[in-house]
């Protein structure tokens, strides 16, 4: 039997394609052959072993599909490939523990036989992991392409994606999974817990923390909204009531994001990716530089001096971040002008027409700062890209960094301007409804509406080739990989935690003025769970899964945003008449109270952040009893090798 | 050669004593049998092989010494404990490693004759380690104690010690090291740094960063200092100047302790104890309870349940911790009261005695206040042991908490009282000046001359015995145990450290007031350094090197200081004539200033806090190095066992 194990693994009677890599249109045949025995290579050789076959019509290799390849792997391989990613699964004695081939049947539902021990979003993952690590050798270029420069130990990937040869690698849907897991989620026409687990299941565990965290959220919204809507049946008009309303606005706020932490510990802990070791990071895609040596790896790649990065961050984003920030605050003011015309306007002509006009520069303000955060948004990713991050955490911090500040800004000045210059609670209110709602209902407009019916349009352009109009169990593996393929990309969660971010602003920062937010927030998000659902489902491309242990920097967000909400809440009820009507004659002691008493309540805050453990209890007593085995492991090896060594010493 | 090798190892010709491990005077015979076998026999049956000798005079065995052992261990013995104890030592490449017995070659400075590859220190911890870990198998009892109950895996040396069997178990001091060390800390007679290396190396980590910590914030407190004494020689009584003082404060202290947290990193990782993995926590030595099993480790050991402990905690600490501070206050008011009478007195009387008077209370209310806090001390150290927590660790968290919240009040409620309800700011300053030095007078006095007055008087009484007053080379190794074994015990750095703490609140929170207070401080903390070297050389017992990475919760309170003194300062510039005097008019504007500043400063703390990266770039650098390093080496493992697989896959 001199058949090579890779040719027999790249014909292996059942292929299940996992993953599709489209080339471009006019790649040569050279490349293409090469980068095919790449990916069909053994490990040992430097390739990723996996199975690869281009795709066909009926059986056939037509002309419009001869750029696209399919990729799968064997049961083996997948399952070796889940122990170099650290795949966590639960065992039989019900604990969690990093996979490895040799001790697979400890495992829960593994068996030789069980091709569904990972799941195919698993199984998905691994083959990304495992093509975006295969590197270069000694090749100096991609054949075919001379300007294609590769060095040793160059992710093959990226190199291509860059030099545009590579224009995408997604993976498959599963028709059957997909419309199982439609029908759990937003198939029943009833309100119901969001399917977790599966979501993680299909979707991985990034995107289904995001529903997880948008779930809870909406949850915790909803006592605040049970007590705002009071407020608006029985017009308490008066301030003085809002005063209660804020106390327990401060409780809530600051207890809810402690025990967020603790729920999610609990699930990434069901999930595995609590216990997963963070990989090393690679370089990011977009880094380039002079090639030298890292003093991490001791390899050659391209390294950018990092003070040319604190350069270009200090002397060019930082001035441009401030600039967007002082023409945010231009425009706030021209919103302010605007609104003092419409009431000029409305005192001058008392009728419906001009008190809805009342409304019109709040609405054009909402829009205009959509439009602003939508603009901004662009100029930060390209400042950021334009830094040269090495790496992608890094990108993504500065990137978010630079996004919440000038958002916070462009979305909240206006409200502050209003409450603590102006004094005016009753624009503040309008505002703060006008502000909201417009924003919800724009989100809405584009982040789901908008797409849906961009892909209906496609869809109907597609049908022509294609017989169904979306992604369903009686397509066959060629009409399905040519309707995914044309669908928009998903670009991870961050749009979907900015907006939470924002309307938790809304929500807790003034709230007190405005009670009703909470109920339209409640509103918006059963929508949006909804509407984020069905466009997870219909209009992306399948996102690969990305193992995810918390919501990451978004959790310090919400927590910063908590401390800002103390202070302007504490402020509002040192402001409110109730309040005042205590302290008749000295301004002095209620403001010196109400400072004492912000401090205090922040004060509270820390300790409660610091009291209040992580994880709970039982998922610490696991966490420990793991560590536990591993030392002891270790000991035994050392005692093992230590009794071996005394033995030797004794014979010298 | 049949000969036994535990045997063989006792015996060994070059037998070097390092842990003497004093038993009660009237130890059965059998039990000393049982207890030297244990210790002598091979790891695999259970025992910790090291070497064990009778303490004997001029090689006779003695009436009054039959209850003394010396323990040491082979060399192979003890390098082999240093892996076990994970020590991390330098490499020949200058990279930091956790030393194993394999890879020997590789660090520097050993060769298989270089007996001094590792210090006494870490050969004394090694042996501490193995002593306390040396556990029962099967043995029901101690052999001769039938009421000394054991249970497999119960401590051994833990249980002899809670029977009254073992006495002590201390490391001896290392005469010739011992005399280099002394010249080198303060035999010369001018100011030097400490030689911080050099007291790591014979004392070990813990007690080096203390030294660190201290020697680094004597240097801290210098700017201040010097800014401060100006004040004093020109009379700067006008409140107004100290505004630029309190504002230099601010920045100082926000600075120095994320400054430090860089020079920790830096000498823990040249020290092998950055890298060091955290050994699993056995039971404190106190822990009592019911046996059962314990969820984590599998073990039979006591369980004590988390509920009662909660209870004894809320139920009688927090109450008694309560009525400490009420008790406290109480006094204080006491004070006020004196304070009170003497100024009638001095009102009445006007003479020199009579103002001398003025500074009586004061000093009667500071050696009160040290008298309280140590009585409380005591009480919290009992409070909690009865607490009956599980881990060393959970214990000084909480008697930390007790001590510091107790002292915190206790040493500057009056000076709160003072300043900010009788804003008598004169008053202020006297007291404060009146508790910073009486408190270190006391302190000096208690901490350092008093043992070391007893300490001299003591040795007089042995002199009679053995024939030197101090350690010296020119002892014989009989005399040298018995002077040692009657010394002091070291009990850890815990109230040099509170020493600091509060010396840095009288520092930080009012200095504004009095910026002589940096002024006392260095020159307390000059002799501090003395007076604490010569009682770690002359006064107290070796104590056993404890290897610690940083300050530990003490970083976090002297953060927690900072915080609380931007407030404080903040409030006192606030309340200066000078800045009140740019508001004229309105009391309001001026507090909503002071506020908002307030709030800024503490926004920039938490920001730098954040920035400001914990560890120096090289550090990281060569951190991340090592990281990648082990998992390049589990990938290589997994890649082999990949191949295997795979083939073994291929042939069935």
Not at 239 to 253: E, P, T
Not at 276 to 305: A, C, D, W
Request: proline content about 4%; charged content about 20%; hydrophobic content about 45%.
């Amino acid at each position: 039997m001199k058949i090579s194990w890779s040719a027999y693994d790249t014909f292996e009677a059942n292929f299940r394609p996992l993953v599709v890599v489209e080339l471009a249109k006019d790649t040569k045949d050279e490349t293409k052959e090469w980068l095919t025995q790449k990916i069909v290579e053994k490990k040992k050789n430097g390739g990723a072993q996996l199975l690869v076959k281009p795709l066909v019509k009926d059986g056939e290799k037509i002309e419009e599909s001869h750029n696209i390849y399919l990729v799968g792997g064997s049961h083996l391989r997948l399952l070796l490939g889940a122990e170099t990613v650290g795949l966590v699964k639960e065992c039989n004695d019900n604990t969690m523990r990093a996979f490895t081939y040799a001790t697979r049947n400890a495992f829960k539902d593994f068996a030789e036989d069980n091709h569904d021990f990972l799941t195919m979003a698993e199984c998905q993952y691994i083959i990304k992991h495992e093509l975006e690590n295969l590197r270069a050798k000694d090749e100096k270029m991609i054949p075919g392409y001379p300007q294609a420069k590769l060095y040793p130990g160059k992710s093959i990937m990226r190199r291509l994606m860059s030099n545009g040869i590579l224009i995408q690698v997604f993976p498959l849907h599963d028709t059957e999974e997909l419309k199982k897991l439609k029908h759990t989620w937003y198939g029943k026409m009833r309100l119901s817990y969001q399917p977790l687990d599966e979501i993680r299941c299909y979707f991985g565990e990034t995107i289904a923390l995001y529903f997880a965290f948008l779930e809870y959220f909406t949850f915790a919204l909803i006592p605040m909204a049970v007590i705002g809507i009071p407020y608006y049946f029985f017009d308490w008009e008066d301030y003085d009531k809002y005063v209660m309303f804020a106390g327990f606005n401060l409780l809530w706020s600051a207890i809810i994001l402690e025990v967020w932490k603790r729920c999610c510990a609990v699930m990434s802990y069901r999930w595995g990716t609590l216990l997963m070791k963070r990989q090393f990071e690679e370089p990011r895609p977009g880094f380039h530089g002079v090639l030298g040596i890292n003093p991490v790896t001791g390899r050659e790649e391209p390294v950018y001096s990092s003070f040319k990065r604190q350069l270009r961050i200090y002397l060019v984003s930082l001035p441009f971040v401030c600039l967007c920030l002082y023409l945010s605050l231009h425009v706030m003011m021209i919103y302010f002008e605007l609104e003092h015309q419409a009431h000029l306007y409305h005192e001058e002509n008392q009728s419906d027409l001009s008190s809805l006009i009342l409304y019109v520069p709040s609405i054009i303000y909402a829009v205009v700062i959509e439009v602003l955060n939508r603009i901004y948004r662009y100029a930060a990713e390209f400042l950021t890209s334009w830094e040269n991050h090495r790496l992608e955490s890094s990108y993504q911090n500065h990137l978010v960094l630079k996004v919440l500040v000038f958002n916070f800004l462009n979305c909240f000045a206006s409200l502050f301007y209003i409450a603590f210059v102006m004094f005016d609670m009753k624009l503040l209110r309008q505002s703060l409804a006008a502000l909201l709602i417009t924003s919800q209902i724009l989100n809405q407009f584009v982040e789901a509406i908008l797409p849906y019916w961009l892909q209906k349009r496609r869809n109907k352009r597609v049908k022509k080739k294609v017989k169904g109009l979306e992604i369903d169990t009686d397509l066959s593996l060629f009409e399905q990989v040519n309707l995914e393929k044309g669908m928009d990309t998903y670009l991870g969660t961050f749009d979907d935690y900015l907006e939470l971010f924002l309307q938790f602003g809304y929500v807790s920062l003034f709230s007190c003025v405005y009670p009703l937010a909470a109920v339209f927030a409640v509103l918006n998000n059963v929508t949006e769970m909804y509407s984020d659902a069905l466009k997870m489902c219909k209009i992306f491309k399948r996102p690969f899964s990305e193992p995810a242990s918390n919501i990451g920097v978004w959790q310090l967000a919400f927590q910063a945003m908590t401390v800002i909400s103390v202070v302007t809440n504490c402020v509002l009820i040192g402001m409110s008449p109730q309040v005042n009507a205590l302290f008749p004659e000295s301004k002095i002691e209620l403001i010196l109270i109400v400072v004492l008493a912000e401090h205090l309540v922040l004060a509270m805050k820390f300790l409660m952040a610091f009291a209040i453990p992580d994880k709970p209890r039982d998922i610490q007593t696991k966490l420990a009893k793991l560590e536990f085995e591993s030392l002891e492991a270790l000991k035994q090896q050392q005692m093992k090798l230590a009794a071996e060594s005394l033995k030797e010493g004794m014979q010298k």
